[in-house]
């Protein structure tokens, strides 16, 4: 059986201030996104992107990606607590952020740059859901460091299962590392490949919305259960798989929408 290293959160520091394993992951995840945006401008230049509009998209996802992460972990997630600490919610540098109320915050600054720019919402999200995956396995990783999110009770006979000594002595799964190499690596080879090639207006969008809620609904029965607004109501699924369902639904009717509807509609 492995234990978890235990990592300082603190990556470094410069007289007082601390830079933390987690902020760097958010960091590592813009500077990502910009390698990535920018090498699919130029493989796909009919898309008509260029290094201007991909920095100033980040600009208003940056924002909108904190805001909406955090404002989802209160609201979704440990309302009760943060409704009693409201001091609390503004310490982001502690973890606690919600890709549930992330993507919602990316969905709604790029439904801004959309009406500010001229260009077709679905357009934008069909060029940024490729470069999102990476962000994700960064941020699952920072969580690693951080020793939360850990996983559900597993037999200590599997040779990675993670004993995380300050909560008790059982063999857990290192869901961190699961949702990494899921959400994260895998959902971003497929997608990139997927979105390699010209697709039908909306298609990515669907095919990203699809792999995250499945990969993410999978993850959840190996990761100890959060806290959650569903999960407070005796439900058996997690507040994070109920959260899913409406992005896999969505994301069906997107493809159906790109290959069935908009053919049969020429």
Do not use: K
Not at 241 to 246: I, K, N, V, Y
Request: proline fraction near 7%; hydrophobic fraction near 50%.
């Amino acid at each position: 059986m492995l234990t978890h290293p235990q990592f300082d959160p603190v990556a470094f520091s410069i007289g007082p201030l601390s830079v933390r394993w987690y902020g760097l992951a958010y960091v590592f995840a813009f500077i990502f996104f910009i390698i990535l945006a920018r090498l699919r401008a130029r493989r796909r230049p009919e898309m008509g992107w260029n290094t201007q509009s991909i920095d100033d998209m980040l600009f208003y996802g940056i924002f909108a990606i904190i805001i909406g992460a955090r404002l989802g972990e209160v609201l979704f997630f440990q309302p009760a607590y943060y409704f009693a600490h409201p001091a609390e919610i503004f310490a982001i540098w502690n973890g606690g952020l919600s890709f549930h109320g992330g993507f919602l915050g990316v969905l709604v600054a790029m439904w801004i740059y959309a009406r500010r720019h001229g260009r077709s919402f679905w357009e934008i999200t069909d060029f940024i859901a490729p470069t999102i995956p990476i962000g994700l396995a960064f941020g699952r990783v920072g969580n690693f460091i951080n020793g939360e999110l850990w996983g559900r009770p597993m037999s200590e006979a599997l040779p990675w299962a993670m004993h995380y000594p300050w909560v008790d002595g059982l063999p857990r799964h290192p869901s961190q590392i699961y949702q990494a190499a899921g959400e994260g690596l895998l959902l971003f080879v497929l997608l990139w490949w997927f979105a390699s090639r010209p697709r039908p207006l909306r298609a990515v969008s669907g095919f990203f919305l699809i792999g995250y809620g499945v990969l993410r609904f999978a993850a959840e029965f190996f990761r100890n259960p959060d806290p959650g607004i569903f999960s407070e109501l005796g439900l058996e699924w997690t507040t994070a798989q109920w959260l899913c369902l409406p992005m896999i639904a969505v994301g069906v009717y997107l493809m159906i929408h790109a290959y069935v509807i908009r053919r049969s509609n020429r």
